[in-house]
């Protein structure tokens, strides 16, 4: 598949989601193990399975009712992305609390964010309680499906499933533009940082490996 940088959007970004690709920094990857550690004089590397969410099949559960009834209490807004000050601050937070490594900051995991030098359209997602930002949530859009970037929460809410509630909310603007798939990104088995992607129903959980 040929793909040229800057060219990430409308039908282009959906074909290469549907290809296995996904973003990184400002251009396209795909890969089909990470690594995880060495052992002696090898290393240790973990299977990548990417998932896609198949709008058409989605369905309210019992689990999604309970974490929007959680979340009810705050207000979120959905809009073209920019990174501030205050995002980068609840950034630096978020992974000063997670036990993996991460992008050093938002700029570095989306280095160019809706200019000319950009290859994609991206939007985010703010959670805020009573004006504290609580959440936020990158993705890019194409023109039948997005693709989640960089969700990233408060520590001091994570009994509320944040990462989780930026998903419902942002498959929620996938089907208010009556596209047919979300591509969470990635998971691994032996991995937990990224479990919250595969809370949704198996029945509109796509695997590609």
């Known amino acids: 598949m040929s793909l040229e940088l800057g060219i990430y959007k409308s039908d282009i970004l959906d074909h290469a989601l549907a290809a ?6 400002n251009d396209l990857f795909t890969t089909q193990e990470v690594f995880v550690s060495n052992y002696g004089n090898s290393a240790i590397y973990d299977p990548v399975f990417w ?10 559960t019992a689990t999604t009712k309970r974490i929007r009834k959680k979340c009810a209490g705050f207000s979120f807004c ?21 036990n993996f490594d991460g992008y050093p900051s938002c ?15 991206t939007q985010m997602i703010t959670i805020r309680d009573q004006g504290r930002l609580i959440g936020v949530g990158f993705f890019d859009i194409g023109k039948k499906a997005l693709m989640s970037v960089l969700h990233f ?6 009994r ?8 419902l909310i942002t498959k929620g603007f996938a089907n208010d533009c009556h596209m047919d798939f979300v591509y969470p990104g990635y998971f691994t088995i032996d ?19």
Request: a positive charge; charged letters at 25%; glycine letters at 4%.
């Open 78 to 98: 959905i809009e073209l992305a920019e990174i501030t000050k205050e995002i980068e601050s609840l950034y630096s937070v978020y992974l000063n609390s997670v």
């Open 107 to 121: 700029k570095a995991c989306i280095p160019e964010l809706n200019n000319p030098a950009a290859a994609f359209d």
């Open 160 to 167: 509320f499933s944040i990462g989780k509630f930026l998903m």
């Open 191 to 209: 991995g937990t940082k990224m479990d919250y992607k595969v809370f949704p129903p198996v029945s509109y959980t796509h695997l590609r490996a």
């Open 20 to 25: 296995g690709y996904f973003r990184m920094g």
């Open 153 to 158: 929460y408060h520590p001091d809410y994570k």
């Open 51 to 60: 998932l896609r969410l198949n709008l058409k099949k989605a369905k309210e």
